[in-house]
């Protein structure tokens, strides 16, 4: 074995041994890093270095004043944003896959990265309970998922009109009508402006005291549209009557595109399902696994019920192209080299398979369930129906809810961000990590009662 590579192994282990003590600390320190881990950033301050150093020096630079200054998103008391901890096998298929350090665009590029796409695809199909043949790309994030679904819609629906975008662009193209709900995320509305989807055709309905997009409020249009249904109310966690937006859409030719970020996983479990009722009778899908299914960053999914619409929209030709008769992965997505994600993927579905995938949903649901009622015994106020893994607390005015959320950020306990919901300012609470624990929702509600003495204080 040559030194280089003794010396790759050499860092790699050093790496895991740093790795080992940041998970061993990462529950006894502040979620959000302290004033003084904030100020260690200042060392990467420095111009750019004339000489090289020791590659040992910079991995443990990097441990040292990077590692404290990071968010706990891997613990148990983030609450924070929709951001799923990892779970240890995706982790460990991570670094397996780093190694590799393999590129995606073609079957040639990496055999085993396009064959554990294909296998994914498969899995995802029967674990989500969607025709057979739909067809997956593995992208970066829902934004990037939400723009590949929209993208193969809004061609799809113009060619039916005889329009083809890749040859004559969107000049002079018919105008396609949109639908979108009050509450669609703000990925969704950036999808549309980068795909030409401007507000002029866009319809926004009207949505429910749960934020769910209301049906007897859809626009007549006479016509084929391309309507946006969210799996997931960012802030409630709502549903979206996906069924009968695919029944009204549908009747007048049109394609529908579900956001389904971190909420589309409840058609994997039994017990959440009618959430999900008529789901997977719509056109695309946005999902991330590195949300609810905890698989680590990033790992975005775009889903298409006809494979020949997602193809056709990323359709791309160079003569130095090496097509095979297998997947090559580059037809599903924007991207052409990317990194093997699939590969933490395939692991954590594996790991778990379909048993493990709705015990971890469930846990997810159920914890939030138990936050909600525990903060709501305190005399909290909760706004929402708790039907996923979504909580909206505030206490008795706007000021004493953004107050106490000052001071539970503070504490360091548990950490959650702020919304506003009906005109009210709220605390959102996430749960979405599998290493969260009973005792961590006790002792985040602790802080949330601590937050709010010190509030009224």
């Known amino acids: 074995m040559s030194a280089s590579f003794d010396q790759q192994i050499r ?40 000489a090289s150093c020791e590659a040992s020096d910079t991995l443990a630079l990097l441990h040292q004043s990077g590692s404290p200054g990071t968010v706990a998103q891997v613990g148990g008391r983030y609450f924070g944003f929709v951001n799923g901890g990892a779970l240890p096998v995706g982790v460990a298929a991570r670094v397996l896959a780093d190694v590799w350090d393999q590129n995606t665009a073609h079957y040639v590029m990496s055999p085993t990265a396009a064959h554990l796409e294909a296998v994914c695809e498969r899995w995802l199909n029967e674990l989500l309970g969607f025709p057979d043949g739909t067809a997956a790309g593995f992208v970066t994030g829902t934004t990037l998922a939400n723009l590949s679904g929209l993208a193969a819609g809004r061609n799809e629906l113009l060619r039916r009109r005889g329009w083809d975008v890749v040859e004559s662009g969107l000049y002079g193209a018919p105008p396609i009508p949109v639908v979108v709900s009050a509450d669609a995320h703000a990925a969704v509305r950036k999808s549309l402006s980068l795909l030409g989807m401007g507000d002029a055709h866009t319809h926004v309905v009207p949505v429910d005291d749960q934020g769910r997009l209301d049906v007897d409020s859809f626009p007549e249009l006479g016509g084929p549209a391309l309507v946006v249904a969210q799996a997931g109310n960012v802030n409630s966690g709502a549903f979206d009557p996906v069924g009968s937006l695919c029944d009204r859409a549908h009747r007048d030719g049109g394609w529908v595109h579900v956001d389904g970020a971190f909420g589309l996983w409840a058609a994997a479990v039994p017990t959440l399902r009618a959430l999900a009722d008529g789901i997977d009778r719509a056109d695309s899908w946005a999902v991330d696994a590195h949300k609810t299914l905890n698989v680590p960053y990033d790992c975005g999914i775009v889903m298409c019920r006809d494979r020949g619409a997602l193809e056709a929209a990323f359709r791309a030709s160079a003569d130095y192209f090496q097509w095979s008769e297998h997947r090559d992965p580059m037809r599903y997505t924007p991207s052409m080299s990317k990194r093997a994600r699939c590969i933490e993927l395939w692991a954590v579905l594996k790991t778990l398979g379909r048993s493990g995938v709705v015990q971890l949903v469930e846990q997810l649901c159920g914890h939030a369930r138990a936050f909600a009622a525990q903060l709501e015994e305190q005399g909290f106020r909760i706004h929402n129906d708790v039907v996923f893994n979504q909580v909206l607390v505030s206490c008795d005015d706007d000021s004493e809810t953004e107050r106490t959320l000052a001071e539970i950020q503070k504490l360091g306990s548990c950490w959650c961000g702020a919304s506003t919901w009906k005109g009210h300012r709220v605390i959102r609470v996430s749960v979405c990590s599998w290493s969260t624990t009973v005792d961590d929702i006790n002792d985040s509600v602790r802080s949330f009662c601590e937050g709010r003495d010190r509030a009224r204080a």
């Open 11 to 50: 860092l790699l282990n050093e790496a895991l041994q740093y790795a080992g003590e940041y998970l061993r600390s990462v529950d006894e320190r502040p979620v959000f890093p302290s004033e003084e881990a904030r100020a260690a950033l200042d060392r990467f301050d420095e111009p750019l270095p004339e």
